[in-house]
Protein backbone atom coordinates (compact mmCIF):
# COMPACT_ATOMS: atom_id res chain seq x y z
CA UNK A 1 0.00 0.00 0.00
CA UNK A 2 1.14 3.50 -1.00
CA UNK A 3 -0.05 7.04 -0.10
CA UNK A 4 -2.50 6.21 -2.37
CA UNK A 5 -4.55 4.56 0.27
CA UNK A 6 -4.96 7.72 2.31
CA UNK A 7 -5.10 10.48 -0.89
CA UNK A 8 -8.06 8.03 -2.72
CA UNK A 9 -10.80 9.20 -0.48
CA UNK A 10 -9.77 13.10 -1.03
CA UNK A 11 -10.30 13.41 -4.39
CA UNK A 12 -10.29 10.33 -6.85
CA UNK A 13 -12.77 8.06 -4.82
CA UNK A 14 -14.35 10.77 -2.85
CA UNK A 15 -17.15 9.41 -1.14
CA UNK A 16 -19.63 12.13 -2.19
CA UNK A 17 -18.53 13.34 -5.61
CA UNK A 18 -17.12 10.52 -7.02
CA UNK A 19 -19.03 7.01 -5.11
CA UNK A 20 -21.73 9.49 -4.00
CA UNK A 21 -22.46 7.61 -0.86
CA UNK A 22 -24.00 8.66 2.44
CA UNK A 23 -26.57 11.45 0.57
CA UNK A 24 -28.91 11.37 3.93
CA UNK A 25 -26.55 13.71 5.63
CA UNK A 26 -24.99 15.06 2.56
CA UNK A 27 -28.29 16.86 1.34
CA UNK A 28 -30.03 17.22 5.29
CA UNK A 29 -27.79 18.88 7.37
CA UNK A 30 -25.62 20.79 4.93
CA UNK A 31 -27.36 24.07 5.41
CA UNK A 32 -24.62 25.75 7.32
CA UNK A 33 -20.92 25.16 7.07
CA UNK A 34 -20.82 24.68 10.96
CA UNK A 35 -23.40 21.66 10.71
CA UNK A 36 -21.58 20.29 7.54
CA UNK A 37 -18.26 20.70 9.86
CA UNK A 38 -19.71 18.96 12.48
CA UNK A 39 -21.37 16.06 10.69
CA UNK A 40 -18.17 15.35 8.33
CA UNK A 41 -16.05 15.75 11.58
CA UNK A 42 -18.90 12.93 13.50
CA UNK A 43 -18.47 10.81 10.72
CA UNK A 44 -14.60 11.10 10.21
CA UNK A 45 -14.35 10.37 13.89
CA UNK A 46 -16.66 7.33 13.64
CA UNK A 47 -14.89 5.85 10.34
CA UNK A 48 -11.66 6.13 11.84
CA UNK A 49 -12.62 4.26 15.06
CA UNK A 50 -14.77 1.54 13.73
CA UNK A 51 -11.93 0.70 10.79
CA UNK A 52 -8.99 0.67 13.44
CA UNK A 53 -11.10 -2.07 15.46
CA UNK A 54 -12.23 -3.91 12.63
CA UNK A 55 -8.96 -4.41 11.01
CA UNK A 56 -7.49 -5.15 14.25
CA UNK A 57 -10.27 -8.00 15.39
CA UNK A 58 -10.49 -9.19 11.18
CA UNK A 59 -9.00 -12.39 12.15
CA UNK A 60 -10.99 -13.12 15.69
CA UNK A 61 -14.53 -12.30 13.87
CA UNK A 62 -15.97 -15.48 12.21
CA UNK A 63 -16.97 -14.38 8.73
CA UNK A 64 -20.61 -15.57 9.29
CA UNK A 65 -21.56 -12.30 12.40
CA UNK A 66 -18.90 -9.96 10.47
CA UNK A 67 -21.74 -7.84 9.81
CA UNK A 68 -23.41 -7.99 12.90
CA UNK A 69 -19.96 -7.21 14.54
CA UNK A 70 -19.24 -4.64 12.20
CA UNK A 71 -22.86 -2.28 12.93
CA UNK A 72 -22.24 -3.38 16.92
CA UNK A 73 -18.83 -1.47 16.39
CA UNK A 74 -20.01 1.57 14.67
CA UNK A 75 -23.08 2.17 16.93
CA UNK A 76 -20.90 2.22 20.21
CA UNK A 77 -18.78 4.60 18.31
CA UNK A 78 -21.72 6.54 17.20
CA UNK A 79 -23.55 6.65 20.45
CA UNK A 80 -20.19 7.76 21.92
CA UNK A 81 -19.86 10.66 19.23
CA UNK A 82 -23.60 11.56 20.01
CA UNK A 83 -23.04 11.92 24.15
CA UNK A 84 -19.99 14.06 23.10
CA UNK A 85 -21.81 16.64 21.22
CA UNK A 86 -24.26 16.84 23.46
CA UNK A 87 -21.42 17.95 25.94
CA UNK A 88 -20.61 20.24 23.58
CA UNK A 89 -23.26 22.00 22.31
CA UNK A 90 -26.89 21.36 22.70
CA UNK A 91 -27.79 23.62 19.91
CA UNK A 92 -25.28 21.75 17.69
CA UNK A 93 -26.72 18.27 19.21
CA UNK A 94 -30.29 19.82 18.32
CA UNK A 95 -29.19 20.85 14.81
CA UNK A 96 -27.84 17.60 13.44
CA UNK A 97 -30.83 15.83 15.27
CA UNK A 98 -31.57 12.30 14.24
CA UNK A 99 -28.51 12.40 11.57
CA UNK A 100 -26.00 11.43 14.51
CA UNK A 101 -27.75 8.21 15.23
CA UNK A 102 -27.99 7.71 11.23
CA UNK A 103 -24.48 7.62 11.11
CA UNK A 104 -24.46 3.79 11.96
CA UNK A 105 -25.96 3.31 8.59
CA UNK A 106 -24.32 5.72 6.77
CA UNK A 107 -22.71 3.41 3.65
CA UNK A 108 -19.93 4.61 3.64
CA UNK A 109 -18.64 3.25 7.04
CA UNK A 110 -19.77 -0.11 6.39
CA UNK A 111 -18.58 -0.34 3.13
CA UNK A 112 -15.03 0.58 4.28
CA UNK A 113 -15.60 -2.01 6.91
CA UNK A 114 -16.20 -4.26 4.53
CA UNK A 115 -14.23 -3.12 1.59
CA UNK A 116 -10.89 -2.39 2.95
CA UNK A 117 -10.82 -2.86 6.56
CA UNK A 118 -11.08 -6.55 7.55
CA UNK A 119 -9.36 -7.02 4.38
CA UNK A 120 -6.03 -5.03 5.36
CA UNK A 121 -3.58 -4.43 8.04
CA UNK A 122 -4.27 -1.59 10.96
CA UNK A 123 -2.08 1.13 9.51
CA UNK A 124 -3.85 0.83 6.11
CA UNK A 125 -7.05 0.77 7.36
CA UNK A 126 -6.55 3.77 9.66
CA UNK A 127 -4.75 5.73 6.21
CA UNK A 128 -8.09 4.61 4.01
CA UNK A 129 -10.59 5.55 6.83
CA UNK A 130 -8.49 9.34 7.15
CA UNK A 131 -8.66 9.53 3.44
CA UNK A 132 -12.16 8.86 3.60
CA UNK A 133 -13.57 10.11 5.94
CA UNK A 134 -11.43 14.31 5.16
CA UNK A 135 -13.10 13.36 1.47
CA UNK A 136 -16.50 13.26 3.22
CA UNK A 137 -15.62 16.25 5.09
CA UNK A 138 -14.60 17.93 2.40
CA UNK A 139 -17.62 17.21 -0.02
CA UNK A 140 -19.99 18.89 3.09
CA UNK A 141 -17.96 21.74 3.05
CA UNK A 142 -18.43 22.47 -0.33
CA UNK A 143 -22.27 22.25 -0.17
CA UNK A 144 -22.49 23.77 3.07
CA UNK A 145 -20.46 26.65 2.42
CA UNK A 146 -22.07 27.42 -0.80
CA UNK A 147 -25.80 26.63 0.69
CA UNK A 148 -24.98 28.84 3.59
CA UNK A 149 -23.03 31.69 1.70
CA UNK A 150 -26.24 32.33 -0.43
CA UNK A 151 -29.18 30.69 1.71
CA UNK A 152 -27.91 33.60 4.80
CA UNK A 153 -25.10 35.42 3.29
CA UNK A 154 -22.72 34.47 5.93
CA UNK A 155 -19.73 31.52 6.29
CA UNK A 156 -19.20 30.12 9.51
CA UNK A 157 -22.29 32.16 11.00
CA UNK A 158 -19.94 35.63 9.74
CA UNK A 159 -21.66 37.87 7.54
CA UNK A 160 -20.00 38.01 4.41
CA UNK A 161 -22.32 39.37 1.55
CA UNK A 162 -23.18 42.82 3.60
CA UNK A 163 -26.59 43.50 5.07
CA UNK A 164 -27.97 44.74 1.60
CA UNK A 165 -27.88 40.63 0.40
CA UNK A 166 -31.32 39.16 -0.17
CA UNK A 167 -30.66 35.66 1.31
CA UNK A 168 -32.38 32.63 -1.50
CA UNK A 169 -33.94 31.12 1.03
CA UNK A 170 -34.47 28.02 -1.19
CA UNK A 171 -30.71 27.06 -0.97
CA UNK A 172 -31.18 26.22 2.53
CA UNK A 173 -34.04 24.24 2.26
CA UNK A 174 -34.31 20.69 1.20
CA UNK A 175 -34.28 21.63 -2.42
CA UNK A 176 -31.20 23.91 -2.00
CA UNK A 177 -29.12 20.48 -1.38
CA UNK A 178 -29.80 18.97 -4.23
CA UNK A 179 -29.33 21.88 -6.53
CA UNK A 180 -26.21 22.41 -5.20
CA UNK A 181 -24.87 18.76 -4.91
CA UNK A 182 -25.93 18.61 -8.89
CA UNK A 183 -24.08 22.18 -9.08
CA UNK A 184 -20.56 20.49 -7.79
CA UNK A 185 -21.54 17.86 -9.49
CA UNK A 186 -21.46 19.35 -13.22
CA UNK A 187 -18.66 21.52 -12.36
CA UNK A 188 -16.37 18.41 -11.39
CA UNK A 189 -17.67 16.48 -14.71
CA UNK A 190 -17.35 19.42 -16.55
CA UNK A 191 -13.43 19.70 -15.09
CA UNK A 192 -12.43 16.26 -15.99
CA UNK A 193 -14.05 17.43 -19.52
CA UNK A 194 -17.00 14.34 -19.62
CA UNK A 195 -19.83 17.19 -18.95
CA UNK A 196 -21.12 19.81 -21.78
CA UNK B 1 -18.05 -25.79 18.78
CA UNK B 2 -18.41 -23.45 16.02
CA UNK B 3 -21.68 -21.80 16.84
CA UNK B 4 -20.50 -21.61 20.65
CA UNK B 5 -17.63 -19.17 18.54
CA UNK B 6 -20.11 -17.09 17.11
CA UNK B 7 -22.06 -16.44 20.70
CA UNK B 8 -18.96 -16.10 22.22
CA UNK B 9 -17.28 -13.58 19.41
CA UNK B 10 -20.60 -11.69 19.39
CA UNK B 11 -21.44 -11.86 23.41
CA UNK B 12 -17.93 -10.82 24.14
CA UNK B 13 -17.80 -7.40 21.59
CA UNK B 14 -21.51 -6.79 22.90
CA UNK B 15 -19.72 -6.65 26.52
CA UNK B 16 -16.83 -4.60 25.23
CA UNK B 17 -18.82 -1.80 23.74
CA UNK B 18 -21.59 -1.50 26.65
CA UNK B 19 -18.23 -0.90 28.97
CA UNK B 20 -16.70 1.46 26.62
CA UNK B 21 -20.26 3.04 26.63
CA UNK B 22 -20.33 3.50 30.28
CA UNK B 23 -17.22 4.75 30.48
CA UNK B 24 -18.35 7.40 28.17
CA UNK B 25 -21.81 8.28 29.00
CA UNK B 26 -19.89 8.99 33.23
CA UNK B 27 -17.39 11.03 31.44
CA UNK B 28 -20.10 13.11 30.01
CA UNK B 29 -23.13 13.03 32.07
CA UNK B 30 -22.32 16.23 34.06
CA UNK B 31 -21.24 18.45 31.20
CA UNK B 32 -24.21 17.42 29.05
CA UNK B 33 -26.63 18.07 32.44
CA UNK B 34 -24.97 21.53 32.27
CA UNK B 35 -25.64 22.37 28.49
CA UNK B 36 -29.15 21.67 29.23
CA UNK B 37 -29.12 23.53 31.91
CA UNK B 38 -28.12 26.13 30.15
CA UNK B 39 -29.91 25.47 27.54
CA UNK B 40 -33.61 25.65 29.59
CA UNK B 41 -32.41 28.58 31.13
CA UNK B 42 -31.65 30.67 28.04
CA UNK B 43 -34.80 28.87 26.65
CA UNK B 44 -37.12 30.74 29.59
CA UNK B 45 -36.59 33.82 28.36
CA UNK B 46 -37.10 33.41 24.98
CA UNK B 47 -40.50 32.22 25.28
CA UNK B 48 -41.12 35.35 27.76
CA UNK B 49 -39.83 38.66 25.80
CA UNK B 50 -39.04 41.21 27.69
CA UNK B 51 -37.67 39.08 30.41
CA UNK B 52 -34.57 39.65 32.11
CA UNK B 53 -33.80 37.27 35.23
CA UNK B 54 -35.75 33.79 36.36
CA UNK B 55 -36.50 32.32 39.17
CA UNK B 56 -37.72 29.16 39.82
CA UNK B 57 -41.03 28.17 41.29
CA UNK B 58 -41.29 25.95 44.25
CA UNK B 59 -44.05 23.81 42.26
CA UNK B 60 -45.22 19.89 42.71
CA UNK B 61 -45.49 18.44 39.11
CA UNK B 62 -44.41 21.03 37.34
CA UNK B 63 -41.22 23.03 36.13
CA UNK B 64 -42.13 26.49 36.43
CA UNK B 65 -40.00 29.93 36.33
CA UNK B 66 -41.38 33.77 37.35
CA UNK B 67 -39.53 35.95 34.88
CA UNK B 68 -38.93 39.92 35.55
CA UNK B 69 -38.18 42.31 33.59
CA UNK B 70 -34.93 45.08 33.67
CA UNK B 71 -37.35 47.00 36.39
CA UNK B 72 -37.90 43.77 38.26
CA UNK B 73 -41.46 43.98 37.50
CA UNK B 74 -43.17 40.36 36.79
CA UNK B 75 -42.83 39.83 32.82
CA UNK B 76 -44.47 36.37 33.07
CA UNK B 77 -43.87 33.09 33.63
CA UNK B 78 -42.38 30.16 31.31
CA UNK B 79 -44.10 26.37 32.16
CA UNK B 80 -41.98 22.88 31.20
CA UNK B 81 -44.68 20.85 29.57
CA UNK B 82 -43.95 17.04 27.98
CA UNK B 83 -46.29 15.28 25.23
CA UNK B 84 -46.74 12.44 23.44
CA UNK B 85 -45.41 13.01 19.82
CA UNK B 86 -45.14 11.12 16.34
CA UNK B 87 -41.53 9.74 17.60
CA UNK B 88 -41.11 9.90 21.41
CA UNK B 89 -41.78 12.58 24.10
CA UNK B 90 -41.63 16.12 23.10
CA UNK B 91 -40.29 18.23 25.74
CA UNK B 92 -41.32 22.31 25.20
CA UNK B 93 -41.56 24.92 26.93
CA UNK B 94 -44.04 27.83 26.71
CA UNK B 95 -44.64 31.65 28.03
CA UNK B 96 -47.51 33.10 29.92
CA UNK B 97 -47.99 36.53 30.30
CA UNK B 98 -51.12 36.96 33.33
CA UNK B 99 -51.66 40.86 32.26
CA UNK B 100 -52.50 40.20 28.60
CA UNK B 101 -53.59 36.88 29.52
CA UNK B 102 -51.68 34.70 26.58
CA UNK B 103 -48.96 32.41 25.60
CA UNK B 104 -46.34 34.57 24.75
CA UNK B 105 -43.77 31.81 22.79
CA UNK B 106 -43.31 27.81 22.94
CA UNK B 107 -39.80 26.82 22.13
CA UNK B 108 -39.00 23.05 21.76
CA UNK B 109 -36.53 21.44 24.69
CA UNK B 110 -36.32 18.32 23.03
CA UNK B 111 -37.65 15.77 20.21
CA UNK B 112 -37.01 12.88 17.54
CA UNK B 113 -39.54 13.42 15.33
CA UNK B 114 -38.82 13.19 11.75
CA UNK B 115 -36.22 15.55 10.17
CA UNK B 116 -37.95 17.66 7.50
CA UNK B 117 -41.63 16.32 8.82
CA UNK B 118 -42.68 16.38 12.61
CA UNK B 119 -39.56 18.78 13.13
CA UNK B 120 -41.80 21.51 11.54
CA UNK B 121 -42.94 22.23 15.02
CA UNK B 122 -39.71 23.87 15.53
CA UNK B 123 -39.47 25.83 12.60
CA UNK B 124 -43.07 26.65 10.81
CA UNK B 125 -43.49 30.58 10.67
CA UNK B 126 -47.25 30.22 11.07
CA UNK B 127 -47.19 27.52 13.55
CA UNK B 128 -44.58 29.60 15.48
CA UNK B 129 -46.93 32.64 15.15
CA UNK B 130 -50.06 30.80 16.95
CA UNK B 131 -48.55 29.53 19.80
CA UNK B 132 -46.79 32.87 20.76
CA UNK B 133 -49.82 34.85 20.78
CA UNK B 134 -52.88 32.54 22.08
CA UNK B 135 -55.67 33.63 24.28
CA UNK B 136 -56.57 32.09 27.60
CA UNK B 137 -58.34 34.32 29.85
CA UNK B 138 -59.38 32.98 32.80
CA UNK B 139 -62.28 32.93 34.03
CA UNK B 140 -63.60 31.44 37.88
CA UNK B 141 -60.60 29.93 38.42
CA UNK B 142 -61.25 28.09 34.84
CA UNK B 143 -59.80 28.69 31.46
CA UNK B 144 -62.68 30.60 29.61
CA UNK B 145 -61.12 28.50 26.12
CA UNK B 146 -59.44 25.49 26.09
CA UNK B 147 -56.42 25.86 23.21
CA UNK B 148 -57.75 24.29 19.89
CA UNK B 149 -56.36 22.59 16.73
CA UNK B 150 -57.79 23.13 13.90
CA UNK B 151 -57.19 22.23 10.20
CA UNK B 152 -54.55 24.34 8.52
CA UNK B 153 -55.46 27.70 7.57
CA UNK B 154 -58.85 27.91 9.56
CA UNK B 155 -57.73 29.64 12.80
CA UNK B 156 -60.68 31.79 13.60
CA UNK B 157 -60.14 32.79 17.10
CA UNK B 158 -56.59 33.64 19.15
CA UNK B 159 -57.22 30.28 21.44
CA UNK B 160 -56.78 27.68 18.27
CA UNK B 161 -53.85 27.03 16.40
CA UNK B 162 -53.52 25.92 13.14
CA UNK B 163 -51.86 22.00 12.50
CA UNK B 164 -48.83 22.25 10.51
CA UNK B 165 -49.22 20.48 7.09
CA UNK B 166 -46.61 17.68 6.66
CA UNK B 167 -46.84 16.81 10.22
CA UNK B 168 -49.60 17.36 11.47
CA UNK B 169 -49.79 14.33 14.35
CA UNK B 170 -46.71 16.27 15.79
CA UNK B 171 -48.40 19.79 15.65
CA UNK B 172 -51.52 18.06 17.67
CA UNK B 173 -49.50 16.37 20.43
CA UNK B 174 -47.79 19.92 20.88
CA UNK B 175 -51.76 21.69 21.09
CA UNK B 176 -52.64 18.61 23.17
CA UNK B 177 -49.94 19.36 25.89
CA UNK B 178 -50.38 23.23 25.46
CA UNK B 179 -53.89 22.93 25.90
CA UNK B 180 -53.91 20.42 28.67
CA UNK B 181 -50.95 22.03 30.74
CA UNK B 182 -52.46 25.65 30.39
CA UNK B 183 -55.90 24.48 31.69
CA UNK B 184 -54.19 22.99 34.34
CA UNK B 185 -51.52 25.77 35.47
CA UNK B 186 -52.89 29.00 33.71
CA UNK B 187 -55.71 29.37 36.15
CA UNK B 188 -52.97 28.71 39.29
CA UNK B 189 -50.29 31.13 37.76
CA UNK B 190 -53.07 33.70 37.33
CA UNK B 191 -54.30 33.26 41.08
CA UNK B 192 -50.54 33.27 41.89
CA UNK B 193 -50.34 36.99 40.43
CA UNK B 194 -53.46 38.57 41.42
CA UNK B 195 -54.57 36.70 44.87
Redesign the interface.
Known sequence: MTADTFSKGLWRENPVFVQVLGMCPVL?VTNTAINSMAMGLATLFVLVMSSTLVSL?RH???K??RI??FI??I??FV??VD??I??????LH?AL???ISLIVVNCIILGRAEAFASKNGVLDAMKDALGMGLGFTFGLLCLGGVRELFGSGSLFGWHVLGPHFEPWVLMVL?PGGFFTLAGWLWLIELRKGRAT | M?SL??VG??TG??VA?AL??TL??QT?AP??AA??A??LQKAVLQVVPGGVTQEPLEWEGVQAFEVRNAGNELQGYAVVCETRGFQDVIAFIYGYDPNRESVTGMKVL?S?E???LG?KIEKDAIFLEHVSNIAVPVENDALVHQVEFVKPGQRLHEWQVDAISGATISSRAVVKGLSDSTALWVPQLKKRRSP
Do not use: M, W
Open positions: ALLIPQVASLIATTAYVQAISVEKGAFP | TRLVLLGCILVATRINHAYSRTPGD
